[in-house]
């Protein structure tokens, strides 16, 4: 019933930037926040940063702070995330993440980010 789509994903330098997307279709009327996460081979996943939908506060995890920016269109349910800098530790699978009210999360397929040297 939910979907969402995500693009921006690729293959980068070090100290490069990427632009990640994902929109929301379905019944998304009643989202409270979207968000991303990511998961590095071997590694758990971890959360990246949020975005709670009607007051607009976003979350950072503290490896990302000063480097990556979530932002929105409110209207179309649509968040981006914008990394900046980016090294080889931030190469991973990146999810998006929305969550519906009185409804268990959904989650995108997942987009590359892979920082070379």
């Known amino acids: 019933q939910v979907q969402l789509v995500e693009s921006g994903g690729g293959l980068v330098q070090a100290g490069g930037s990427l632009r990640l997307s994902c929109a929301a279709s379905g019944r998304t009327s009643t989202a409270v926040a979207m968000g991303w996460y990511r998961q590095a081979p071997g590694k758990e996943r971890e959360f990246v940063a949020m975005m709670r939908w009607s007051g607009g506060s976003v979350y950072y995890a503290d490896s990302v702070k000063g480097r990556f920016t979530i932002s929105r269109e409110l209207y179309k349910k649509t968040v981006y995330l914008q990394m900046n800098s980016l090294t080889p530790e931030d190469t991973a699978v990146y999810y998006c993440?929305?969550?519906?009210?009185?409804?268990?999360?959904?989650w995108g397929q997942g987009t590359q980010v892979t920082v070379s040297q």
């Open positions: 993440n929305i969550k519906i009210r009185e409804h268990d999360d959904f």
